[in-house]
Every structure is written in structure tokens, then in C-alpha cells.
């Protein structure tokens, strides 16, 4: 599919969504549906027998064996939540739905919570994308290049600025050159041991990585993937055409955290911001189903804790 083709897809609009996910009843509903789809399984016993207490967010499902009781919302991302469900529906539309990024201001605004929820929740939602999107490394011919991303003060532009996060980029081509798959992450320091680590996560062994030769690359060959690289010399990365699709997806995040995220501490929570982005970008192809897929891996993945977002977070203090 061509990129016009992609930018002008029918996604889900407003008042599709609020349709389909307008009232309680119907989040529930989806609720269920998305968590148990071959019906309600007891999660101690896994028996199939149970009553139905209550409706709505505060349906309880009680297991007619053990009598353990389990909500709509135990064990998912959603877990312990005081929000009604239809506010999760919407947070988690509009974050699907943001393709330059949502700031926690603007989501408080837009789904009328504090803004310490609005945060943590966005933070919820896209540690559920990056966790996802992590479980897809990249085959085939891939595109590599590094960046300098975020940073409060003005500072030195470029490799070894201050207050910026140094991170990776790679794109997976078809035979084409056509763009696939990408896959973003912040570094300790752009050292081989670091890419070797990112690339064994990130990258299937037997990859074909061009990079532009910076020497840390080569770490992807520990990593089992092979190595070429291209000497730019004095010409820009972007403008050689084996980095062009890297090239314009580090483009498109500048664009989105100067744009949606100006003041924010971008190297705090690098990797939960990247990994979405990825998410976002690696289903870029099928828009209409971006957000029953997003509610699906929302509704399944496993609770994220405040406690375990500002852990992460610390690392990169
Ligand atoms: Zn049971």
C-alpha cells in the first residue's frame, strides 16, 4: 500500500466510536467478549460455571464451583480501577487515534479526569502498546540509524548534546524498499554492548542491518544479524536513499514530541513514548481495526503498576 493510501484509510470516527462504546452497558459488554471469548472461565478453577452479580463496570462474575468472585477488569491493564470503563474506552480511542501523540494535559481535558489520572492512565495504555509491540522483532532487510531525542534546555544539536536521550531507529523493507515494520528504543550510550542488547530483543537473528557506519552497529553481528554500512560522508543520512524510511520515521517522532509533548520530560519515559509510537506506526496499515486490536490488548495484557511506571522511569533519571 502506497503512503497516500495509508493516510486516507477510513479509521474509526467519533461518532462511530461513541456508538459502539457510548454507554457502560456496552464497554462491559466489549469487556467481556474481548476477555474471555469462548465465555467466562473461573481464573483459580477454570470452570465455565458462574452467576452474574451486579452491571455495568461493577459486573461480578462468581464461580459457581470455588465462589471465587472476579471483575470485569481484574487481572487486566484495567485492574483496580475506580474509572468507569467508558472513560477508558475513550482515553484509549484517542490515544489510538493521535497520530502526532497526546499529552497527559490534553487527554485530562478531553475525558475529564484529574490530571494525575489522565497521566498515569496514558502511561497505562502505552506501556500495553510498547509490551505489545515488543513481541514482533524485525526480520529481513532493515534500516538503522541513531538520534538524540528530547531535551528541555537548547543545547548542541546533534551526537553528544546535552539533556537528550540517545536512541536507536530501525526499519524492516520489503525487496521493494518499501517500509514494514519499525522498531525504536532508547541506549545507555550508543556503545556495541548496548546495540548488541537492543538488537537481541529487537531484531531476529539473520537480519540484514545498513547502517551509516557509526561503530556501535557493528554490534548487531553478536546479536547474529549481518552488517553493511554506507559512508555519508558529508551528504545527510536522509539524503541517500538506503535511509530514507528511517530517516522519515525520525522525522515523524520529532515532529510528535516537539509538537504534542513539548515541555515534557522526554527521557524520563522514553521508552514507553517509543514504544507506542512503534505500535502505532506497525499497524498503520489497518486503521479500522487499530482501535478494537488496542481495546483487545488492554482488555488481555497483564496490570501495570504506578509503582512499576516510575520504577522504569527511574533508570533514566
Ligand atoms: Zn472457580
New binding site residues.
Partial sequence: MAMNQVQFQRGVCMPEFFERYGTEDQCATAMVAMRWPGGFL?P????GAHYVVGHGQRKLFQ?R????QTSLTAGSMMDSTKLPLRTWFLAIFLISQAKTGLSALALKRQIGTSYRTAWLLHQKVMATMARRDSELPLTGLVQMDDAYLGGERPGVVGRGSPNKVPIVAAVSTDDAGHPMRVKLGCLTGFTCEAITAWARVNLTPGCDVRSDGLACFSGVIDAGCAHSYIVVGKRKPRELPQFRWVNTVLGNLKTMINGAHKSFKFGKYASQYLGAFAYRFNQRFNLNALLDNLLNHAATAPPTRERQIRAMAEVHD
Fill in positions: 473461573c483459580r478453577c477454570s470452570s464461580c464451583d470455588c465462589r471465587h
